[in-house]
């Protein structure tokens, strides 16, 4: 299952984020991933999640987090959720094309590993195609 959080800067997304990997992290029967471009996110986390900063992995490009979520998991089977707070902002190429392949293959990923995404991105949800917005919460 893929869930995204859109809106405008200043519309609440992260704070619903934050709430919703605090609420995993209490019901979950295996390990919460939260992954952040910058450390935002340090102090509202629960410990019991990990929260990775993808800037400290050169994570940049649709590419490089599509290999990243991929080998956390394979380091990992015990992954029941992952979020990602202001995905736009790591991706390269932010086409509705580009960003629909990314989306869809999680979907795929999350259904052949059992993996829950959870995704916020700053983006007026009216904006996007409806390969995106078929995974707006």
Request: with cysteine; charged share 25%; aromatic share 10%.
């Amino acid at each position: 299952m893929v869930k995204l959080i859109m809106g405008l800067k200043g519309s609440g997304k992260t704070k619903k984020l934050v709430d919703l990997v605090k609420s995993a992290v209490a019901e979950a029967h295996g390990d919460v991933v939260c992954i952040e471009k910058d450390k935002n996110l340090t102090y509202d986390i629960p410990y019991t999640a990990r929260l990775i900063h993808a800037g400290e992995y050169g994570i940049n490009s649709n590419t490089l987090l599509r290999g990243f979520i991929s080998g956390l998991h394979a380091g990992n089977y015990d992954i029941t959720h992952v979020f990602i707070d202001n995905f736009y902002k790591m991706l390269d190429d932010r086409s509705d094309d580009a960003v629909g392949d990314l989306l869809d293959w999680m979907e795929d990923f999350s259904k052949r590993e059992n993996v829950q995404f959870t995704i916020s991105a700053t983006v007026e949800p009216n904006s996007v195609g409806p390969r995106i917005s078929k995974f707006f919460e």
